[in-house]
């Protein structure tokens, strides 16, 4: 299981693309990067999934180098709902996932 | 998209007693589920892997007689806390992905919106 590095928190104002960077450089080959999001008290929420280069949904997009040992969420034009905890983590589908620290991300007016 | 449903969403109970909790799955097979506990401000952690037909498999330093786990179906599996004490008080989150084994359908694990735990 390979183990994510992710800025504890960042901050942000309303309008702005938000890009937050994990680290997982033990990633397996057969591992997916998937990126959830949290507010509080609710489970988390699946934003989006990538294997390799970019892959985009209408709400985020998820670049991953060619090594695929980081992966970058981007959160265009942010809003105060995105304030929120989000994750990434790493492994195959349906395989058990370890959560990291997460980033919390403020979004301010 | 995949539904995991997890009930109750919120319990208060006396030191000493049982709860259990449930997840399903509501739209999909669900062969293995998983358990996560989480405090606050905290990241989740992950308690045990829940298995359909056989027993679960527990992180270290789960207690296996304190957090018993039944997943009787490919649809539901329970988590029930016996003797509940005011430390057990925690937020818990099940999730589910697509059983593997009956689809290529490559889908990421899917949470329930939690059980918030209280005990007095």
């Known amino acids: 299981l390979a183990k994510t590095t992710q800025p504890i928190s960042m901050d942000s104002y309303e309008g702005q693309e938000v890009n937050i960077t994990c680290s997982h450089n033990?990633?397996?080959?057969?591992?997916?990067i998937t990126w959830y999001q949290q507010f509080p008290s609710q489970g988390p929420r699946f934003i989006i999934q990538?294997?390799?280069t970019k892959v985009t949904n209408e709400v985020a997009s998820l670049f991953i180098p060619a090594d695929r040992k980081s992966s970058t969420l981007s959160l265009p034009r942010v809003s105060l709902s995105d304030t929120a905890v989000y994750y990434c983590?790493?492994?195959?589908?349906?395989?058990?996932?370890?959560f990291g620290t997460g980033t919390r991300l403020q979004v301010f007016p | 998209g995949a539904v995991v449903s997890q009930h109750p969403s919120w319990v208060i109970c006396k030191s000493g007693t049982s709860v259990k909790i449930e997840c399903r799955s509501l739209?999909?097979?669900?062969?293995?589920m998983f358990w996560y506990r989480q405090f606050p401000k905290q990241s989740l952690m992950l308690m045990a892997t829940?298995?359909?037909?056989?027993?679960?498999?527990?992180e270290q330093g789960v207690e296996k007689d304190k957090f018993l786990i039944n997943h009787a179906s490919l649809t539901l599996s329970t988590l029930t806390v016996t003797s509940a004490h005011p430390e057990d008080s925690s937020f818990y989150i099940c999730?589910?992905?697509?059983?593997?084994?009956?689809?290529?359908?490559?889908?990421?694990?899917?949470f329930g919106n939690g059980t918030r735990l209280t005990v007095t």
């Open positions: 739209d999909f097979q669900a062969t293995t």
């Open positions: 033990n990633i397996a080959t057969n591992d997916y």
């Open positions: 990538g294997y390799k």
């Open positions: 983590l790493v492994g195959e589908n349906t395989d058990k996932l370890i």
């Open positions: 999730s589910a992905g697509w059983d593997r084994s009956t689809t290529a359908y490559n889908s990421p694990l899917h």
């Open positions: 829940s298995n359909e037909g056989s027993k679960a498999t527990y």
